[in-house]
């Protein structure tokens, strides 16, 4: 293109010729090449020496001064010269500049906005091709820059994309062309223009929503076709504003890899720009959460949207062609989850579990859980209220009394096997595996605050999280099947006792005894007595009860577990395998498995950082920590003022004395102490966030 504006110069260098100018550039020169020829500008001395060296290497080196600077009256002119004529030379160049944003804004009265001699240089004007022209192709960045990240400029004209600039230089386009020096890769012009820049508004404006596919294909022909046949595309065509162009997913100016993890972290957001719907419920799966947990510029192994619905040429489900039609969505789950069966797409990846008409089963479940988790904390918590209550009347009312049966009962002579090593053992398995499975899993029920982006950001990104999910889930099957083998073997132990003693015959009365004794952790009909017995002594009705080896709350918890194993370790099996429970389960079974184990595990982490802690811990007589279950031995003391009927039992059966301990539990018991309030304090800040991000939830 210079080259011809070249010709074209010297074309009217000869025809000038026959006309001479009024003043040769040798005139001009007599003044411009002394260095004492100046300007004053802002108060300041500016040296008008003429660049010759330049000027002879520029493509109007065969032009005169006179030929761009017309209409100078005289060889001592006014002070700035008339801006140069280059329409004179270039006439469609001028036609198509005088419609750019640049010259509109020129004609309005933005004096600041580009001419020619701001991009093409003044004296020293290079080919377009000449590596030292300023908008050669790996300059012509550095030149549009110059006003595109002026912070004056772009805030005086309030230009859309201040950040233009710095963008484009570390985007895969930048990155090829500045760093890499390949210059087939797009600058400034193959996208917005060269004379005839426009708004992105105007519609012949290469960059108009309804031009920016055929811009882009002028490289990427192949997704532009792809992309065309798309529902995105179709839209598009039809003039629907509404349809996402190839920056709504890639941006303008910060294009960057598709492979990168950064993209597919973001991706879901940009698809949520037009789907918040789906966007709003596909962050409640496993894969969203994840995402939104995810390490900067890493995105975890797990689907994003373009993964099941395809890049450039998504379509309808109803579409044969879509990846999620009936014939090819098996094909599109095996990307991920190869070797699944049709079972496994009946999964929904976006399901509303408070849709009623459109999920009813997946509704019943969620209200379900729901009433469970709302009926335990109001039945318990009450409860526990109760009891906090008249723990401190009694404490008001004698304090002196309180504290003297308290320290009683922590500095007793007399000391008595209450868990055995094995129990107590069983017990550090239980709160290590749960407190780990807490951390790792409540972060992604709570995904959308920012305690859980840091605290999975502390423990390595969701990829980690799930592998030490997983193995505080292998440590918690392992405590079970310890627990239920010991079960086994206590009562094969103990298979004489269902024996008449003076026939030798089994006698089922006997395994009645054995199973709802008062050794038993299995509800008995005494317990029903006990808790009616202890609500009395809450409201000042009736004495404090005495209790045996167990309490009815004891029980509770421990059968609790046997629940919570069952359901939480149930669900979350079949969301650890899904490929293998899918077939012989439809999909759905994996959103029914997602509510329960979601839901279990709050109720779970709620209960016992509540209401078992203060069953255990927060009550005034136990208060900071009750450390029986570190040391195993109860106090004579506390027996006899929380357990008279297990130690009247003992006493009269003569087994008293086979659980009376004496052991260097002083030695240790600092060490347990500090483990027992490390656990103790992660739970309570556990429960402080849990609480936080219900309520923020609650008040959005």
Known sequence: MAIAWASAGRGL???????????????????????????????????????????????HAVLDCVDCHEGIPELVHPSPLPPPNCAGCHETEAKEYAGSIHGV???????????????HGSHDIRPVRDPESPVFKLNLAWTCARCHSNPGLTEEYRMKHPEAASHYQDSIHGQALLKMGLVVAPSCNDCHGIHDIKRSVDRDSPVNHLNVARTCGKCHLGVQQVYET?????????????????????SAHEIEPPHTGHFKATSDRKCGQCHQDRLEYYHETYHGKAMMLGRPNRAPDVAACYDCHGHHDVLPA???????????????????????????????????????????????????????????????GAHTLAWLVRTLYLYWHDSKTFREAKIRAQKDDEWFTRFTPFERFLHLLVVSSFL?????????????????????????????????????????????????????????????????????????????????????????????????????????????????????????????????????????????????????????????????????????????????????????????????????RI?????????????????????????????????????????????????????????YAMGRRLVH
């Open 318 to 380: 109803s579409d044969p062609a879509s990846h999620l039609s009936a014939a090819n969505i098996l094909n599109t789950c095996r990307q991920c989850h190869p070797g699944v069966t049709a079972g496994f797409t009946q999964y929904h990846p976006h399901a509303n579990p408070m849709d009623r008409e459109n999920y009813p089963l997946l509704h019943a479940v969620f209200v379900g859980m729901t009433s469970l988790v709302v009926a335990v904390f109001v039945f318990f």
């Open 635 to 691: 106090s004579k003391t506390e027996l006899l003022h929380e357990r008279r009927r297990w130690y009247d039992r003992l006493l009269a059966s003569g087994k008293l004395d086979q659980f009376r301990v004496r052991d260097d539990w002083e030695g240790w018991k600092r060490i347990a102490r500090g483990v027992g309030y490390l656990f103790f304090s992660v739970g309570l800040i556990l429960l402080v966030l849990i609480l």
């Open 436 to 632: 780990l499975l807490v951390l790792t899993g409540m972060p992604l029920k709570f995904y959308y605050t920012e305690w859980a982006r840091v605290l999975f950001g502390i423990i390595g990104g969701p990829d980690t999280a799930r592998v030490l999910h997983r193995f505080g889930a292998l440590v918690t099957f392992l405590y079970f099947g310890l627990h239920l083998l010991s079960l086994a073997a206590k009562a094969w132990r103990g298979r004489h006792t269902l024996r008449d003693p003076q026939t030798g015959r089994w006698r089922p009365g006997r395994l009645r005894e054995v199973l709802f004794g008062p050794d038993s952790m299995l509800p008995t009909l005494q317990d029903w007595r006990d808790f009616v017995a202890h609500n009395r002594w809450f409201f000042g009705k009736g004495p404090k009860p005495q209790f045996d080896r167990w309490t009815y709350w004891e029980k509770f918890d421990y059968l609790a577990v046997f629940w919570g194993v069952f359901m939480i370790g149930t669900s979350g099996l079949i969301m650890w395998w899904p490929e293998f429970f899918t077939r012989f389960l439809p999909g759905w079974v994996i959103n029914v498995a997602l509510i329960i184990h979601s839901d279990e595990a709050l109720l779970a982490a709620g209960f016992i950082f509540t209401i078992h802690f203060f069953n255990t811990h927060f009550r005034l007589e136990k208060f900071p920590m009750d450390t029986v279950i570190f040391s195993g």
């Open 13 to 59: 260098a000869g025809e000038v010729a026959s006309q001479p100018p009024a003043f040769s550039s040798a005139d001009c020169l007599d003044c411009h090449l002394d260095p004492s020829t100046t300007r004053t500008v802002g108060g300041q001395e500016i040296p008008l020496v003429f660049p010759t060296n330049a000027f002879a290497r520029s493509v």
């Open 105 to 119: 804004s020129h004609q309005l009265g933005a004096s600041a906005a580009a001419q020619c001699w701001d991009c």
């Open 230 to 250: 798309s529902i995105h595309g179709r839209l598009l065509l039809r003039g629907d504003k509404r349809a996402p162009d190839c920056t709504t997913c890639h």
